[in-house]
């Protein structure tokens, strides 16, 4: 079999290159190791994707499917830290571009992006697993098996790794190294929620503080048919002090303990079993070779705080495809200096405030009284994923304005 790219994985790193790609004229085939629907984490988007899944000609799908899969608008991002209360209205941003998009069970969501580029022509090969990879010829030949365990090889012209936390070629091509992050643990699970809607902006995602661990938060996302994804954030052995080994036990005293949780969940149905990740950042050598690039997660995953892993894994797609594109058509690419720079630009911007929340920076700054409108606005345009924008200030300076802005808000 012969194709112009092979895309491994059919997330939204995955369906927006193939649809890109698909547009453009190129044969594409996606590899996906598993099938459809599929529980997946991380169902909190920005507003920056909307644009991408536009460009990509998905958006369409994605409102028509809205209501039948209980997407619920998303506005902005709430903070709870003690008595106090915070949010941000990503309309009210820096950066142009979209400024609402939706909070989704990443089951359904992931399920519609991969059948409208199915629709369009771009073929799935369900249950199939890569399993080598030859770079060595002229063009890439990919190994895989289906489910009956019969192998097959694939001539393509590249290879596009979309496989998220699986990091098929990063593990095949051995280049993970260990991300400089600490290593934390999700517990983590879906709930019927059942809070009154007088206690709760369901059109923002909230972000709750431990009371006693300014390291250790939780997540609410809410979806519109009264349910939440709900989650904790914390070094392992934050989990160590609690009796109950089991999932679900724990993760119930957890929030037992989180006074203002405890109200607001106080009728909550916990329903659904509890999961655990724990060790999810990663890193690797480099993010493209000779007849291949690493998308999204496949290549660097930060921390879950502020949701930016789709928004990565989308951008990753549209800067892989634009210099594909350009190496395709026989130009003369770089694609250190078209690719890996330009994604970990953005990457690195979110990297100083995920390091700025965790060491207690960016929370002094989220919970400072009489915020500037201006700064504000800035800020809320890296939480709406716009991380990119070097006219934005807190872009082009992250770290220096972060530091010199917590500062500010420590002596007021």
């Given at each position: 079999?012969?194709?112009?790219?092979?895309?491994?994985?059919?997330?939204?790193?995955?369906?927006?290159?193939?649809?890109?790609?698909?547009?453009?004229?190129?044969?594409?085939?996606?590899i996906e190791k598993q099938h459809f629907p599929r529980f997946s984490i991380g169902e909190s988007l920005l507003p920056y994707c909307m644009e991408f899944l536009e460009?990509?000609?998905?958006?369409?799908?994605?409102?028509?499917?809205?209501?039948?899969?209980?997407?619920?608008?998303?506005?902005?991002?709430?903070?709870?830290?003690?008595?106090?209360?915070?949010?941000?209205?990503?309309?009210?941003?820096?950066?142009?571009?979209?400024?609402?998009?939706?909070?989704?069970?990443?089951?359904?969501?992931?399920?519609?992006?991969?059948?409208?580029?199915?629709?369009?022509?771009?073929?799935?090969?369900?249950?199939?697993?890569?399993?080598?990879?030859?770079?060595?010829?002229?063009?890439?030949?990919?190994?895989?098996?289906?489910?009956?365990?019969?192998?097959?090889?694939?001539?393509?012209?590249?290879?596009?790794?979309?496989?998220?936390?699986?990091?098929?070629?990063?593990?095949?091509?051995?280049?993970?190294?260990?991300?400089?992050?600490?290593?934390?643990?999700?517990?983590?699970?879906?709930?019927?929620?059942?809070?009154?809607?007088?206690?709760?902006?369901?059109?923002?995602?909230?972000?709750?503080?431990?009371?006693?661990?300014q390291d250790v938060w939780f997540w609410l996302i809410p979806f519109s048919n009264g349910r939440c994804s709900l989650g904790v954030v914390a070094k392992s052995e934050?989990?160590?002090?609690?009796?109950?080994?089991?999932?679900?036990?724990?993760?119930?005293?957890?929030?037992?303990?989180?006074?203002?949780?405890?109200?607001?969940?106080?009728?909550?149905?916990?329903?659904?079993?509890?999961?655990?990740?724990?060790?999810?950042?990663?890193?690797?050598?480099?993010l493209w070779g000779d007849g291949f690039a690493l998308l999204g997660n496949a290549g660097e995953f930060l921390d879950p705080v502020f949701s930016s892993g789709v928004?990565?894994?989308?951008?990753?797609?549209?800067?892989?495809?634009?210099?594909?594109?350009?190496?395709?058509?026989?130009?003369?690419?770089?694609?250190?200096?078209?690719?890996?720079?330009?994604?970990?630009?953005?990457?690195?911007?979110?990297?100083?405030?995920?390091?700025?929340?965790?060491?207690?920076?960016?929370?002094?700054?989220?919970?400072?009284?009489?915020?500037?409108?201006?700064?504000?606005?800035?800020?809320?345009?890296?939480?709406?994923?716009?991380?990119?924008?070097?006219?934005?200030?807190?872009?082009?300076?992250?770290?220096?304005?972060?530091?010199?802005?917590?500062?500010?808000?420590?002596?007021?």
């Amino acid at each position: 079999m012969q194709f112009d790219v092979v895309v491994i994985g059919a997330g939204p790193a995955g369906t927006v290159a193939a649809a890109l790609l698909e547009a453009k004229g190129y044969r594409v085939q996606i590899i996906e190791k598993q099938h459809f629907p599929r529980f997946s984490i991380g169902e909190s988007l920005l507003p920056y994707c909307m644009e991408f899944l536009e460009e990509a000609g998905l958006l369409e799908a994605v409102k028509a499917a809205a209501s039948e899969h209980h997407f619920q608008f998303k506005n902005g991002a709430a903070f709870v830290r003690g008595e106090k209360y915070s949010d941000f209205d990503f309309q009210r941003k820096f950066s142009e571009g979209p400024g609402t998009t939706y909070q989704v069970q990443r089951a359904s969501f992931d399920h519609v992006l991969a059948k409208e580029v199915e629709a369009r022509g771009v073929g799935i090969s369900w249950g199939h697993e890569i399993i080598s990879v030859d770079l060595d010829g002229d063009n890439p030949v990919v190994g895989a098996k289906d489910e009956e365990g019969n192998e097959y090889s694939i001539t393509t012209s590249f290879v596009f790794d979309a496989s998220g936390f699986g990091r098929v070629l990063p593990r095949l091509l051995e280049l993970d190294r260990p991300s400089n992050f600490p290593s934390r643990t999700s517990l983590f699970t879906h709930i019927e929620d059942n809070i009154p809607s007088n206690e709760f902006d369901r059109e923002k995602i909230r972000v709750t503080v431990h009371h006693q661990h300014q390291d250790v938060w939780f997540w609410l996302i809410p979806f519109s048919n009264g349910r939440c994804s709900l989650g904790v954030v914390a070094k392992s052995e934050f989990f160590e002090q609690f009796e109950s080994s089991d999932p679900q036990a724990c993760l119930r005293q957890i929030i037992d303990d989180e006074p203002s949780l405890k109200e607001l969940l106080r009728h909550a149905n916990f329903d659904t079993p509890a999961r655990m990740i724990t060790g999810y950042s990663s890193d690797v050598s480099r993010l493209w070779g000779d007849g291949f690039a690493l998308l999204g997660n496949a290549g660097e995953f930060l921390d879950p705080v502020f949701s930016s892993g789709v928004t990565i894994a989308m951008k990753s797609a549209k800067l892989a495809v634009e210099t594909l594109d350009k190496q395709l058509k026989g130009q003369q690419v770089d694609w250190q200096a078209e690719y890996a720079e330009p994604l970990s630009a953005g990457v690195n911007t979110f990297r100083v405030f995920v390091e700025a929340w965790y060491d207690g920076r960016f929370q002094d700054i989220i919970f400072a009284e009489n915020r500037s409108t201006k700064i504000e606005e800035m800020i809320s345009s890296i939480l709406a994923g716009y991380a990119w924008d070097e006219a934005n200030p807190y872009v082009k300076e992250s770290e220096r304005r972060m530091n010199t802005l917590a500062e500010l808000c420590r002596l007021s």
